[in-house]
């Protein structure tokens, strides 16, 4: 909370970027405690804490770039991550040694069960470490509609959508589709949107007819007032 500042055991170098990653997390704005914030150190254990920051990190740089080179189910070495990076324009030699154990570091938090996947040791050839992207096995429907609304910001006020259009994860957009953060398949993710238009009509409403579907959000609403509902 309010005395993190002045009570951690991080060093001089280590707070900068710990604070830049609570703000990507969407833990705190400027140095203030945000509502998830607050939500976080209530509920640390819950698994949809961790998925709401993961929405969040998917739209930083370096989780971003993760979450949209690797797929779900997919298993690569360290080695791999760091080939990647070598392709990336604008990555530096550095980053491409940092940004693997940042990675690392992250696998080792619950967000290796929403949808990040874990890492384990590996081989030589690998790196030393071998990562998994898993899909979250029992998404929330909260968190559905948060990224959701994430999405549809990201996009310029895409507030109307296809259910084809969001399971298609190789279109290249600024927003971050449910589909590619959590490994939410197409029955899943449509036995989730008929639920949400159920219980939050005011947020969404949902219609699948023949061979049409179609996703309307409601252009009043904010990521910030889904989480009204947690």
């Known amino acids: ?3 993190f500042m002045s009570e951690n055991t ?13 703000r990507d997390a969407g833990i705190i704005e400027g140095d203030a405690e945000t509502q998830l914030g607050k939500m976080l150190r209530a509920n640390m254990n819950e698994d949809y804490i961790w ?3 993961l929405t969040n990190l998917a739209y930083s740089p370096e989780v971003g770039w993760y979450l949209h080179t690797f797929n779900i189910n ?3 070495g360290q080695s791999a991550i760091v080939n990647e990076l070598s392709n990336t324009e604008g990555v530096s030699s550095s980053a491409q040694k940092s940004i693997p154990a ?3 570091r992250i696998s080792s938090l619950p967000f290796s069960k929403v949808g ?3 890492s384990e ?3 030589k050839e690998d790196g030393g470490a071998k990562f998994v992207r898993t899909p979250w096995a029992s998404p929330d429907e909260r968190v559905i509609l948060y990224s959701l609304y994430k999405f549809a910001e990201a996009c310029g006020g895409y507030y109307q959508f296809s259910l084809s259009r969001l399971m298609d994860t190789s279109i290249d957009s600024d927003g971050v589709s449910p589909a590619r953060i959590f490994g939410v398949n197409n029955e899943d993710i449509t036995r989730i949107l008929k639920g949400l238009a159920t219980n939050y009509p ?16 409601m252009e009043d609403k904010t990521p910030q007032d889904v989480l009204k509902i947690f």
């Open 1 to 3: 909370g309010e005395k």
């Open 10 to 22: 991080l060093g001089n170098n280590q707070v900068p970027a710990f604070n830049r990653f609570l």
């Open 51 to 53: 998925a709401l920051m």
């Open 74 to 76: 997919d298993s690569f």
């Open 102 to 104: 940042a990675l690392k």
């Open 116 to 118: 990040f996947g874990f």
């Open 121 to 123: 040791k590996s081989n």
């Open 202 to 217: 005011d947020y969404i409403s949902v219609s699948f007819t023949l061979d049409l579907d179609n996703i309307t959000l």
